[in-house]
Nanobody, 123 residues
Framework: QVQLVESGGGLVQAGGSLRLSCAASGRTSSSYAMGWFRQAPGKEREFVAAIKWIGGSRYNEDSVKGRFTISRDNAKNTYLQMNSLKPEDTAVYYC?????????????????WGQGTQVTVSS
């Protein structure tokens, strides 16, 4: 079993920055794609970004591309750098791992999930 734990969330003013971290344990693999999703109250869970060693990175271009950057330093740690935050970025952010060959953007394609970390952006 793979366990994922997010950290780095908090309260920030609009225009500020946060760096989320995802620490993985268990049967992790560098071949897994790592993704970030978010869910605001009353809304569906939304794809934010994903990364794979072979396959590159993908972003939700409609909402976060140009402001958020996903990265990883090994099979254990994945990060989401969030800049120029907006109130609409307020959500619970989830880290997830996928065994798909391509970089997936749908939550159904992910096999392991963290418990989430709250990000609140005040106006």
């Amino acid at each position: 079993q793979v366990q994922l734990v997010e950290s780095g969330g908090g309260l920030v003013q609009a225009g500020g920055s946060l760096r989320l971290s995802c620490a993985a344990s268990g049967r992790t693999s560098s071949s897994y794609a790592m993704g970030w999703f978010r869910q605001a109250p009353g809304k569906e869970r939304e794809f934010v970004a994903a990364i794979k060693w072979i396959g590159g990175s993908r972003y939700n271009e409609d909402s976060v591309k140009g402001r958020f950057t996903i990265s990883r330093d090994n099979a254990k740690n994945t990060y989401l750098q969030m800049n120029s935050l907006k109130p609409e970025d307020t959500a619970v952010y989830y880290c997830a791992a996928s065994r798909r060959l391509v970089v997936p953007t749908y939550q159904e394609d992910y096999d392991y999930w963290g418990q989430g970390t709250q990000v609140t952006v005040s106006s």
